[in-house]
């Protein structure tokens, strides 16, 4: 089970820190992912995080703005996120997915496990 926090509204070059803690999982076996989807959209990928955190891929809407990073001790994942623009707006969901240690998914499609997401609306 994951259960993303954090979200809220915020003007535009504000900033908001998610946050996404597990349950039932081994999560230092799992990479973790960030996706989005704002209004008539598809899901799509916004970063990751490998096992041991030493890989993280973004989406070039929001390399440069957030950051990805995980505390494996408190079995949370979190996205921080900087300089925010209304296009920003989307409901945020984390995922989950036990890996080998060289494997970092980053489609929807390849993570099993979903949070319920969290809202974040950018206003201009």
């Known amino acids: 089970q994951l259960q993303a926090s954090g979200g809220g509204s915020v003007q535009a070059g504000g900033s908001l820190r998610l946050s996404c803690t597990a349950s039932g999982l081994i999560f230092s076996r799992a990479s973790m992912g960030w996706f989005r989807q704002a209004p008539g959209k598809e899901r799509g990928f916004v970063a990751a995080i490998s096992r041991s955190g030493s890989n993280t891929p973004y989406s070039d809407s929001v390399k440069g703005r957030f950051t990805i990073s995980r505390d494996n001790d408190k079995r949370t994942v979190y996205l921080e996120m900087n300089s925010l623009k209304p296009e920003d707006t989307a409901i945020y969901y984390c995922?989950?997915?036990?890996?080998?240690?060289?494997?970092?998914?980053?489609?929807?499609?390849?993570?099993?496990?979903w949070g319920q997401g969290t809202l974040v609306t950018v206003s201009s």
């Open positions: 995922a989950a997915k036990s890996t080998i240690l060289t494997y970092l998914p980053i489609r929807t499609d390849e993570y099993a496990y």
